[in-house]
């Protein structure tokens, strides 16, 4: 089974950095595309980034491109997204998720078999 931990989350100011991971455990991820999604408070979840385990080719939403950067670490089996120049509207539960397959990019949730439990990252003015 596999399970996913969220790490990381806390407030910080606008303009500021900070580092997600997420520690991945009971599976073998070589063709899995692991991703971080994001619910800001009374919206939906939306796409942030996905990473290809694998090869490490990488997709993100714009609202995110060039300010973070997904990663991931084979040997540690754990994920990272680091979050520069955070803005308040970055505020939300960070939620990593994994799907097994490693074609198309998908940045639907639905597409994603796997979730952890989230981290609260509260970005202030």
């Known amino acids: 089974q596999v399970q996913l931990v969220e790490s990381g989350g806390r407030l910080v100011q606008a303009g500021g950095s900070l580092t997600l991971s997420c520690a991945a455990s009971?599976?073998?991820?070589?063709?899995?595309?692991m991703g971080w999604f994001r619910q800001p408070p009374g919206k939906e979840r939306e796409f942030v980034a996905v990473?290809?385990?694998?090869?490490?080719?990488?997709y993100y939403a714009d609202s995110v491109k060039g300010r973070f950067t997904i990663s991931r670490d084979n040997a540690k089996n754990t994920m990272y997204l680091q979050m520069n120049s955070l803005k308040p509207e970055d505020t939300a539960v960070y939620y990593c998720?994994?799907?097994?397959?490693?074609?198309?990019?998908?940045?639907?949730?639905?597409?994603?078999?796997?979730w952890g439990q989230g981290t609260q990252v509260t970005v202030s003015s």
């Open positions: 009971g599976g073998t991820f070589s063709y899995y595309s």
């Open positions: 998720s994994a799907r097994d397959g490693d074609g198309t990019f998908y940045t639907g949730p639905a597409y994603y078999n796997y």
């Open positions: 990473i290809k385990w694998n090869s490490g080719t990488s």
